[in-house]
T-cell receptor, first 116, second 109 residues
Framework: QMQLQESGPGLVKPSETLSLTCTVS????????WTWIRQPPGRRLEWIGY???????DYWPSLKSRVTISIDTSTNQFSLKLNSVTAADTAIYYC??????????WSQGTLVTVSS | EIVLTQSPGTLSLSPGERATLSCRAS???????FAWYQQRPGQAPRLLIH???NRANGIPDRFSGSGSGTDFTLTISRLEPEDFAVYYC??????????FGPGTRVDIK
């Protein structure tokens, strides 16, 4: 059974970089699309972006200048880096597998708070 | 960006009743690229329906999806206790970005 587990700090200071890692078990990151999605408090889910082993990637235009998603096949992980964070980046962050655009496996989610 | 609107915001029903949830898109969406998710409290979203009508692996047949163009529907034929949750629609036709609806909460009446 495939599982995804995110890890990283739950508190990030304004203007710093938010970094999260998603460990994939039961599947290889060499196939499919690996995605980050977030949910700010009281708001709808927001797709952040995806990357794939083949190098195909795309990001939400509103975040594109600040975000990078990378894949590490040696550890079967993928990661999210979001620069210059503000309080508006406070959210539950999920990692997920994309399959033709729908997301068929998700992590449990981790709350990241941006605060000094 | 395609904006999705869901109605109603909250649906109060009893176990065994039928639930009908709606999602409307701000522009036409290819029905091949439309999905529904369920999120129970404290859990991650779970894919229910993809391609507007196809149940994901392990999803019971009381869940069904329909629709085309700008109007899509998720139907739960007979509510079970575990079905009381929040349901989100999603389009993956025109991206970036992939977009989600605001959700419909199905509460126990």
């Amino acid at each position: 059974q495939m599982q995804l587990q995110e890890s990283g700090p739950g508190l990030v200071k304004p203007s710093e970089t938010l970094s999260l890692t998603c460990t994939v078990s039961g599947a290889s990151v060499r196939s499919h699309y690996w995605t980050w999605i977030r949910q700010p408090p009281g708001r709808r889910l927001e797709w952040i972006g995806y990357n794939s082993y083949s190098g195909t990637s795309d990001y939400w235009p509103s975040l594109k200048s600040r975000v990078t998603i990378s894949i590490d096949t040696s550890t079967n992980q993928f990661s999210l880096k979001l620069n210059s964070v503000t309080a508006a980046d406070t959210a539950i962050y999920y990692c997920a597998r994309g399959s033709t655009g729908a997301f068929d496996y998700w992590s449990q989610g981790t709350l990241v708070t941006v605060s000094s | 960006e395609i904006v999705l609107t869901q109605s109603p915001g909250t649906l109060s029903l009893s176990p065994g009743e039928r639930a009908t949830l709606s999602c409307r898109a701000s522009q036409s969406v290819n029905s091949k690229f439309f999905a529904w998710y369920q999120q129970r409290p404290g859990q991650a979203p779970r894919l229910l329906i993809h391609g507007s009508t196809n149940r994901a692996n392990g999803i019971p047949d009381r869940f069904s999806g329909s629709g085309s163009g700008t109007d899509f529907t998720l139907t739960i034929s007979r509510l079970e206790p575990e079905d009381f949750a929040v349901y989100y629609c999603q389009q993956y036709d025109a991206f970036p970005p992939f977009t989600f609806g605001p959700g419909t909460r199905v509460d126990i009446k």
